[in-house]
């Protein structure tokens, strides 16, 4: 089946850091850019961060700028988000998602989304 497989999320302290890992299972990650999304209970989802295929440039979205960092990679199949100052609004479920150009709109990037990853973030 072609998806990705997120891991790495948990119950963690505000302040405290999470690590996510996108795996791609069945496809390799060089033809795309990979976004990661996100989303809380009762909301819609929301774009935290892509990166792209070529270059890899990424973005954020404000909300997590500085405190997010996404990176790849393609010879592992690979993509993470590393997450620090985690703030009780970063609770959700987060999700990888892939396209041919980097947008932080979910309809746009089209492919592969999987199950997602529970972050909780509480004390």
């Known amino acids: 089946q072609l998806q990705f497989v997120e891991s790495g999320g948990g119950l963690v302290q505000p302040g405290g850091s999470l690590r996510l890992s996108c795996a791609a299972s069945?496809?390799?990650?060089?033809?795309?850019?990979i976004a990661w999304f996100r989303q809380a209970p009762g909301q819609e989802h929301e774009g935290v961060s892509c990166?792209?295929?070529?270059?890899?440039?990424?973005y954020y979205a404000d909300s997590v700028k500085g405190r997010f960092t996404i990176s790849r990679d393609n010879a592992k199949n690979m993509v993470y988000l590393q997450m620090n100052s985690l703030k009780p609004e970063d609770t959700a479920v987060y999700y990888c998602?892939?396209?041919?150009?980097?947008?932080?709109?979910?309809?746009?990037?089209?492919?592969?989304w999987g199950q997602g990853t529970q972050v909780t973030v509480s004390s």
């Open positions: 998602a892939a396209d041919f150009r980097c947008e932080l709109i979910p309809m746009k990037m089209r492919y592969y």
């Open positions: 069945g496809f390799t990650l060089d033809y795309y850019a």
């Open positions: 990166i792209s295929r070529r270059d890899g440039t990424t």
